[in-house]
């Protein structure tokens, strides 16, 4: 056998009932060492029973397993060999643990092993060490929490230096917290050479996480490849009741728009993605076609998407309206709103006519301007800052020049600027309270920043902040099931918007039934809305400003 190959099962047949019904039914896989393999499939495939085989409780009825070259003999001998080389971390881990204290646990196993108490206390201490349980060492492991079980369950098997890990749903029932102090704990085994094998659902993270991945279906391996091989086959995906990763289909879909080249190496996570969509080159500067004079005049043009609330159209859009002109005092500063009826509503309402981009620039035609620079306070590069750069450009021959800022979130800084802004705006908030941002969301293909920023944000320490969508993904329902296993105190609710209009004051904190207020109250959590626009905040406005800067540099 190559020596390669750690683990081999041959036609492996295993049934609980004895009867026609097999949760292992032939089947055959061989594993190499040091390689992390995500184990995947619809419930019932045989996942755990083979893990089961795999450490002694059960024997096959038929086939054979070998370890390390050797076919695995079921005797005493053979499975005292087989569990001192291949540990396992149950699902629930209070099926694991039975010792009265945490340091108890931990020594049982290697004691068995016949190993002196001496070199046993050593071992213990270094596991102990290395996984960061010196804090609840002595206490009884029945008043752990479920994370420090968790990590108790893998200092049991660690401790003995096998040659694998096996782990069942390790991050079942864990807060986000929990399951990323899990995962940097597997990430430490696999670098120090432990083969490591993991039954999840968990799309996503197996796609970043595995070399290979065991498609089980039906008792057998239905696929096995690289996560780009198998997460890239849809009716094995369809076959075993699992999705494509959402890094995988975002990254499909803006190579079918044209917007990435299909050439590009595969994400393996949304921050990979979000860097291939911040280095798409967008010019901003676009030469005009008339000639240029000795009279140069030039201007800003504010681009909003517009707000019937004058109340937080005043603290918003008017006050970075402001900023920019502090900026540059010596050029004019023309409004346009994009939303035409917004302007329609106003008009009718205040008597107050606000221009549209077409008749801003129509104005600042007849202004005599030269150089038009236009600074969007859009919050995404989607479909109205598209239909506002076309209908600019519809005056190309009248200008010298058209240049254009770029909108809030645009570049990889501008995430960690916007983060930096929020975690400010938000400083008062303990870790046992949730803040869920309302963005708006949209069918545009730059949605996808909405997902990355939202995974930045858990990337950065900021694990309890949430963003989510009205009208596309993150969606109020995947929000929903994520706060549920983060269990917080209190919901904080607050819009990702640069006003707060109809969207944060009904959608988000209204009280119809199907607001994300009423929907989190109805789930039982304390719920705060925060009617408060991102053009409130200091650290937004002065962001928008510096792209604006950024035109004349």
């Known amino acids: 056998m190559n020596s390669d190959i750690i683990l081999k099962a041959e036609d492996l047949h295993f049934s609980y009932d004895d009867d026609h019904s097999h949760s292992l039914n032939g089947l055959s896989l061989e594993i190499r060492r040091g390689q992390k393999v995500a184990f995947m499939g619809a419930n019932g495939s045989g996942k755990s029973t083979f893990f089961l085989c795999c450490t002694g409780i059960h024997r096959p009825q038929s086939g054979k397993l070998y370890f390390n070259g050797e076919e695995v003999q079921y005797n005493r001998k053979g499975l005292l060999n087989l569990r001192s080389k ?32 001496e070199q046993a206390k050593k071992k213990v201490e270094e596991v102990i060490d290395y996984l960061e349980i010196t804090p609840f060492r002595h206490k009884p492991t029945h008043a752990l929490s479920g994370g420090q079980k968790k990590q108790v369950s893998i200092a049991d098997i660690l401790v003995m230096h096998p040659d694998i890990i096996i782990l069942d749903e390790p991050a079942a029932a864990l807060d986000p917290k929990h399951t990323a102090m899990v995962n940097h704990i597997v ?34 391996v239905l696929m096995h490849g690289s996560p780009a091989e198998v997460f890239g086959n849809r009716a094995a995906l369809r076959r075993t009741n ?5 890094v995988l289909e975002l990254f499909e879909s803006l190579c079918k728009k044209g917007i990435l080249k299909a050439s ?35 201007a800003i043009l504010a681009v909003s998407f517009g707000t019937s609330h004058n109340d937080t159209r005043a603290v918003t859009i008017d006050a970075i309206e402001q900023d920019m002109q502090n900026a540059f005092p010596d050029y004019p500063l023309y409004r346009a709103w994009t939303s035409k009826m ?15 981009v077409k008749e801003a620039m129509e104005q600042m035609r007849a202004d005599g301007i030269t150089d038009v620079l236009v600074q969007p306070t859009h919050v995404i590069n989607g479909i109205e800052n598209d239909l506002m ?42 870790r046992d309270e949730v803040l869920v941002l309302m963005g708006h969301g949209t ?12 995974y930045t944000f858990k990337d950065k320490g900021y694990e309890n902040i949430f963003l989510g969508t009205v009208e596309a993904y993150p969606t109020m329902e995947s929000l ?54 991102l053009g409130e905040y200091p650290g937004i406005r002065k962001l928008l400003v510096e792209h604006l800067q950024a035109l004349e540099k």
Do not use: C
């Open 242 to 246: 699992l999705e494509p990763p959402a």
């Open 443 to 454: 069918t545009h293909y730059a949605n996808s920043i909405y997902a990355a920023l939202d």
């Open 264 to 298: 590009l190496p595969l994400p393996k996570n949304l921050k990979t993605l979000e860097k291939y969509i911040a280095e798409i080159n967008l010019n901003p500067h676009y030469g005009g076609t008339k000639i240029m004079s000795e009279n140069t005049k030039k």
């Open 86 to 117: 291949v540990g396992i971390v149950f699902q629930d881990p209070d099926n694991q643990l039975f010792s009265a204290s945490v340091y108890q646990e931990i020594s049982f196993g290697i004691l068995n092993l016949g190993v002196s108490e």
């Open 389 to 430: 750069k076309e209908d600019a450009l519809s005056y190309r021959e009248y200008f010298h020049s058209i240049s254009f800022g770029d909108p809030l979130l645009t570049n990889e800084q501008d995430n960690l600027e916007v983060i930096q802004a929020v975690a400010e705006e938000f400083s008062h908030l303990t």
């Open 480 to 533: 929903l099931k994520m706060i549920k296993n983060y269990k917080p105190s209190k919901v904080v609710l607050a819009p990702f918007m640069i006003v707060a209009g109809d969207h944060a004051k009904n959608d988000m904190a209204g009280d119809d039934p199907d607001s994300w207020y009423s929907q989190f109250k109805a789930a039982g959590y304390e719920v705060e809305p925060v009617v408060k626009g």
């Open 342 to 356: 917004i302007i329609k509503k106003v008009n009718k309402r205040d008597n107050v006519h606000i221009h549209t």
């Open 187 to 220: 990430d430490r085994m696999t670098e120090n050479g432990i083969t490591v094998l993991m039954a999840t659902h968990d799309v996503n993270y197996a796609y970043e996480w595995a070399d290979e991945i065991m498609l089980f279906h039906e008792g057998k």
